[in-house]
């Protein structure tokens, strides 16, 4: 099992940035795949970026493509997401989730494919 708190969450004026770290506890953390959603209210819980387990092959939501970088520490047991160019429609709860995997290069999408979640952070951005 994994444990998952984020951090780094916010309010921000729109143009600026945030980094939310996701930190992970209990055993082989590396052997996740790793992902970010978020929540608006009154929407769906929809992928943002995920990371394989090694780092590779990220991906990005069309919505956030450019302006989010996704990167993983597994010495640290962390996950990031870097976020610039802030817009108002980005406003949610931001969640990380992990998925027990077995291969370097498997990248997960779904919100169905996650097990793991952590409690959310709140990002506000204000026009």
């Known amino acids: 099992q994994v444990q998952l708190v984020e951090s780094g969450g916010g309010l921000v004026q729109a143009g600026g940035s945030l980094r939310l770290s996701c930190a992970a506890s209990?055993?082989?953390?590396?052997?996740?795949?790793m992902g970010w959603f978020r929540q608006a209210p009154g929407k769906e819980r929809e992928v943002v970026a995920a990371?394989?387990?090694?780092?590779?092959?990220?991906y990005y939501a069309d919505s956030v493509k450019g302006r989010c970088t996704i990167s993983r520490d597994n010495t640290k047991n962390t996950v990031y997401l870097q976020m610039n160019s802030l817009k108002p429609e980005d406003t949610a709860v931001y969640y990380c989730?992990?998925?027990?995997?077995?291969?370097?290069?498997?990248?997960?999408?779904?919100?169905?494919?996650?097990?793991?979640w952590g409690q959310g952070t709140q990002v506000t951005v204000s026009s």
């Open positions: 989730a992990a998925d027990l995997v077995y291969s370097d290069y498997t990248v997960r999408v779904g919100r169905r494919d996650y097990d793991y």
């Open positions: 990371i394989s387990r090694t780092g590779g092959s990220p």
């Open positions: 209990g055993r082989s953390f590396s052997r996740y795949a």
